[in-house]
């Protein structure tokens, strides 16, 4: 028995052996799947009939990311109806490939899925020049499992048989497949196929889709450019759903020039060198490592071949261009892979695809968390808001009622200064309107600032009870004092006055008197004594009215919203709780 014929029968011996493993398997899909759709909607029927129930049509922060937050749930809860039927459609997959052991094989367009698959599909064993196994079973039947584009569709040969259609641009618009003993072999749409008129499906998803359902997965890379960022991203998912995929490096060969036995110039195929092949294959490794790290190293390695090589091999029955095509180590890896441990494959399969959906939905939980937290962050800024303007309400107010007080007290102050007596007790009623008045004006000025469509709570308003001083007419009484010389007759004294005086001189003395005069002053009113003593009662009440309102903002005037996001909090933790309690 040559090479290649010993090779394909040591395939096949692991693929018998896989599939008399599975003949005795049947799917058990657990129930706790069904459990999820009656979670999500219970969710959904509480949070949209709160969010329901509420008037969220308000402009400020609050409002707006309430509205923002309930939009993005309604968007996400849309995308749960979509898993929920992916999940389904998965399972019905799973458990109608139950006893074969599925092999997905993707990548970009042109990266030769369709040739690599026809290839294992025994369309050059069966006519090789030498007996192997392929020639004794039957050919496989190929079928289509979905179509997303009337294209590239399953084609008959001359010979009637049917193949996966090949060489040209963007053939494969369908998961299609096949079967060889054990192993169902799936050929997909090329990654990143550009949309065409009259598509039923995005290529991509349909790909990604399917990615999930399967048992194990060989993604092919163009040897001409291998490791695009693109074709990358699929093994972070693999890799991020528990996926094993084995990367390929195809058409890892390049045109020749040879001379025949006549002497004449030909072109041949043949392999890219050794160090070429490998150079590929650890870069490839080493970017997908740099770009994903948290990626499983043990799931992922590279093999670059030549399907054009190995089919050349076969109709030449050439064991060495067999080797040099390695396509011979392809089949030995992956005879290893499908034929060891199937039946527990089978039975993780479902699980990580229970595993994966819930660990998908919590992921969208943390959106949630996320709107929330937003609607609880902007409660809190307006709150802080709030207690920062306190003193600005209370020194705006000060300044307002001493300017309306001091005009009206002018007026005041002329009726007193024309002896008219102002009643103190309507002076103060007076005055406690105004500080309350302005008091109101300036907190609903001041809160229209903070919160963009403020409406004002009632106010619960406490007497303002101000007690200011009488203004009254104010006099003061202004003494004189003065003294006053006259002179009076006085007798003469020694005896040239008394001679004198016998002689009719007369003798005079000066005396002194002290007087003091009274006047009474107008000295207007007690204006500034009224006002000095008013404003520190204005001061103080406006301060205990302004905390007291704020405080009562602070508490009630979000109160329905934050109740809202806590709740909503509650029950994003409940669901989540109860989906982490069903993986496995």
């Known amino acids: 028995m040559n090479y290649i014929a010993e090779t394909v029968e040591n395939f096949f011996a692991k693929l018998d052996k896989m599939q008399g493993d599975l003949a005795k398997f049947s799917q058990t899909l657990d129930s706790r799947s069904e459990k999820i759709p009656v979670l999500l909607k219970n969710f959904e029927d509480k949070i ?17 990311a309430a509205q923002k937050s309930v939009e993005n749930m309604r968007a996400i809860v849309e995308t749960w109806s979509e898993k929920i039927e992916a999940d389904r459609k998965g399972k019905r997959f799973i458990k109608k490939n139950e006893k074969y052991l599925v092999v997905m094989i993707f990548g970009a367009v042109k990266a030769g899925k369709s040739s690599l698959g026809n290839f294992f599909a025994g369309k050059k064993f069966f006519n090789a020049p030498f007996d192997n196994h392929y020639k004794k079973i039957a050919k ?3 079928e289509t499992e979905e179509r997303g584009r009337d294209t590239g569709d399953i084609e008959k040969d001359s010979s ?6 090949e060489g040209v641009i963007d053939t494969t618009g369908a998961i299609q497949y096949f079967t060889l003993s054990g192993l169902r072999w799936i050929d997909s749409p090329g ?5 065409k008129e009259g598509d039923t499906k995005n290529m991509t998803a349909l790909v990604e889709e399917y990615l999930s359902y399967t048992d194990m997965c060989i993604f092919l890379m163009n040897s001409a450019e291998p490791g695009l960022q693109d074709d990358m991203r699929y093994m972070q998912k693999l890799s991020r759903e528990g996926q094993e995929a084995l990367i390929v490096i195809t058409k890892s060969d390049f045109s020749d020039e040879d001379v025949d036995d006549d002497g004449n110039l030909i072109s041949i195929l043949a392999p890219k060198t050794s160090e070429i092949r490998k150079l590929q294959e650890d870069d490839i490794c080493k970017r997908v490592k740099e770009r994903y790290p948290e990626i ?10 030549s399907t054009a090589l190995a089919g050349q091999a076969v109709e030449s029955q050439d064991d060495e261009k067999f080797k040099a ?4 180590k392809l089949m030995k890896i992956l005879g290893d892979k499908v034929s060891d441990n199937a039946i527990e494959r089978k039975q993780e399969n479902p699980r990580r695809l229970l595993n994966n959906f819930v660990d998908s939905v919590v992921e969208n939980l943390k959106e949630f968390d996320s709107g929330i937290d937003t609607i609880l ?3 809190e800024k307006y709150k802080s808001d709030m207690s920062r303007i306190a003193n600005l309400i209370v020194t705006n107010v000060r300044r307002e009622v001493r300017a309306e007080i001091s005009y009206k007290a002018n007026e005041w102050n002329r009726l007193v200064k024309n002896g008219q007596k102002i009643d103190n007790a309507a002076i103060n009623a007076e005055v406690s309107n105004i500080l309350q008045e302005k008091l109101n004006e300036e907190i609903t000025s001041q809160m229209n600032r903070v919160i963009e469509d403020f409406q004002n709570l009632e106010m619960k308003t406490v007497p303002a009870n101000i007690s200011a001083a009488s203004l009254e007419k104010k006099t003061a009484q202004i003494s004189h004092t003065y003294t006053e010389s006259y002179t009076v007759p006085r007798p003469p004294s020694g005896l040239w006055e008394h001679f004198r005086s016998f002689l009719g001189k007369e003798y005079y003395r000066t005396e002194h008197s002290t007087h003091t005069e009274y006047q009474t002053v107008d000295l207007g009113t007690n204006l500034d004594e009224f006002l000095t003593g008013l404003m520190p009662q204005v001061e103080n009440y406006a301060k205990n009215q302004a905390d007291e309102y704020l405080a009562t903002l602070r508490d009630k005037y979000f109160i329905e919203r934050e109740n809202f996001a806590k709740n909503m909090l509650k029950e994003i933790e409940t669901l989540r709780n109860e989906l982490t309690e069903l993986k496995f």
């Open 48 to 64: 949209f009939a709160a969010a329901g129930s509420s008037d969220m049509t308000g402009k400020n922060a609050v409002e707006k």
């Open 140 to 142: 496989p039947i190929f």
């Open 160 to 165: 009637g048989d049917t193949w996966f259609q």
């Open 191 to 195: 990654t990143g196929a550009v949309g």
């Open 296 to 305: 499983d190293e043990q799931k992922f390695r590279a093999i670059s071949i």
């Open 325 to 328: 095509s390695n396509l011979d």
């Open 377 to 379: 962050s902007q409660v």
